[in-house]
């Protein structure tokens, strides 16, 4: 793990990140209409966290190949000291080394950093280790979702305060 490097997005990690989200979506049978895998955003990664203020995305790479990426985001109707992680995917090869945690991890870190209290997520069920990760974290479910993510495919909410 230590010639791991995590760093932030550039434009010539959009495509690899968006074949590596997608791939994971359609791997879990998670590929359907109201989660990422139908957002045009999915294919502009940098672009995106670049013009939005308070948002932050970061890739982890190895021998100079990207493994995955996961950010934060301050998604429209959230209050405005939380944000949510998002976009948190891995190829397969890169799963069970705790990279996941790493990057999680660095998300909080850096969510914290930039004056947020809490962070928020939306998953699905098919995601179990993925979920079993963030239980380990400390995020707890709700009830119902926050904000207006347009991920209307998502049923499973999660939240965790970063103090």
């Known amino acids: 793990m230590e010639d791991i490097l995590i760093r932030p997005i550039q434009p010539s990690d959009d495509a690899v990140m968006a074949s590596i989200i997608r791939r994971s979506l359609e791997e879990f049978g998670a590929n359907r209409p109201g989660t990422v895998y139908f957002d045009e955003s999915t294919d502009h990664l940098f672009s995106l966290f670049q013009e939005k203020p308070g948002s932050a995305y970061f890739v982890a790479e190895k021998n100079a190949a990207i493994l995955g990426g996961a950010g934060f985001y301050p998604t429209q109707g959230l209050p405005a ?17 705790g990279l996941g945690r790493k990057l999680i991890q ?20 098919e995601l179990k280790k993925a979920i079993r990760v963030y239980e380990k974290f400390g995020f707890t479910y709700l009830n119902g979702p926050m904000g207006n993510s347009g991920h209307n495919g998502c049923d499973v909410w999660m939240k965790m305060e970063l103090t």
């Open 81 to 97: 000291e939380t944000c949510e992680l998002v976009k948190m995917y891995l190829k397969p090869e890169a799963r069970g080394l």
């Open 106 to 125: 660095h998300c909080l870190t850096a969510a914290r950093n930039a004056g947020y209290s809490s962070i928020y997520l939306e998953t699905m069920p």
